[in-house]
């Protein structure tokens, strides 16, 4: 049986993302995960300026970032709570 609302198959890597930040946040604290996350920014900037390190700099980038907003507190917690994650 299923708990909560039905997801649509294409969000499914959003919310596995989603998850996995918050659980880093939730391990390592919120201090060490905004430091993480504003690394894994840099670090996936430097990687995008050449196209190759593109492929995996662009997902850094959009990890670090949900990494950040999930460290920041209030808007974390709201977005779970509303899209029951």
Do not use: D, Q, Y
Not at 14 to 32: N, P, S, T
Not at 46 to 74: E, H, Q
Request: proline share 5%; net charge positive; glycine share 10%.
């Amino acid at each position: 049986m299923r708990r909560g609302p039905r997801i649509p198959f294409i969000w499914w890597p959003f919310r596995l993302i989603w998850r996995l930040a918050c659980i880093i946040v939730r391990l390592i604290g919120r201090v060490a995960a905004l430091v993480l996350g504003i690394v894994l920014i840099v670090v996936g900037l430097l990687l995008s300026i050449t196209i190759i390190g593109a492929i995996v700099g662009i997902p850094l980038i959009i990890i670090g970032a949900v990494l950040v907003i999930c460290a920041l507190g209030r808007r974390g917690r709201f977005l779970n709570e509303r899209l029951r994650l």
